[in-house]
């Protein structure tokens, strides 16, 4: 079989399905490409993206966690990993970036800063329905800023 038409074949279920050690450590994952050089390469970027992508989500979920336990800085540094540098490319209706910037602002006490984003994020949602949910998160963050997150976080949302 050749490469190209091998990779059709196997490269979504090997991004996809394959456990890390699987896809890295056996013939399952990208060394069954052998001297496929292109595919490997291609394979191997595909999975990174993927790899990022949910190492994002959890470094989000910890900037979360330690904004509940009040920690404000540790958390701040967390959301800033969790920012997509693809985002553009990968989701460009989503806007991920301007909920995650205006937030580690919140954490930081930075106004100015969080009404910069926060406008961005505002114009998002009216563009996109997909960016409500976190625009209301934001508008929670704007009516209680300068409290802590674990009081603003939900408890302020649209004035209550």
């Excluded at 595919?39 to 595909?46: K, S």
């Excluded at 470094?59 to 336990?69: F, I, M």
Aim: net charge neutral; with cysteine; charged share 25%.
């Amino acid at each position: 079989m050749d490469c190209q038409q091998k990779y059709k074949e196997v490269s979504d279920a090997v991004v996809n399905l394959l456990p890390y050690w699987e896809f890295d450590q056996t013939e399952a994952g990208w060394r069954q490409f052998g001297n496929c050089l292109a595919e490997q390469a291609r394979l191997l970027r595909r999975y990174l993206k993927r790899q990022e992508a949910e190492m994002r989500n959890v470094r989000w979920h910890l900037a979360q966690t330690l904004a509940l336990e009040g920690k404000h800085a540790a958390a701040s540094e967390q959301a800033l990993l969790s920012v997509n540098p693809d985002e553009a490319q990968q989701q460009p209706t989503f806007a991920w970036n301007s909920y995650v910037l205006a937030t580690a602002a919140f954490l930081r006490g930075d106004r100015a800063e969080f009404d910069k984003h926060y406008e961005a994020h505002r114009q998002a949602a009216a563009a996109h329905r997909e960016n409500e949910p976190n625009f209301q998160v934001l508008t929670g963050l704007a009516n209680c800023f300068g409290k802590p997150y674990r009081d603003a976080y939900g408890r302020c949302l649209m004035g209550r």
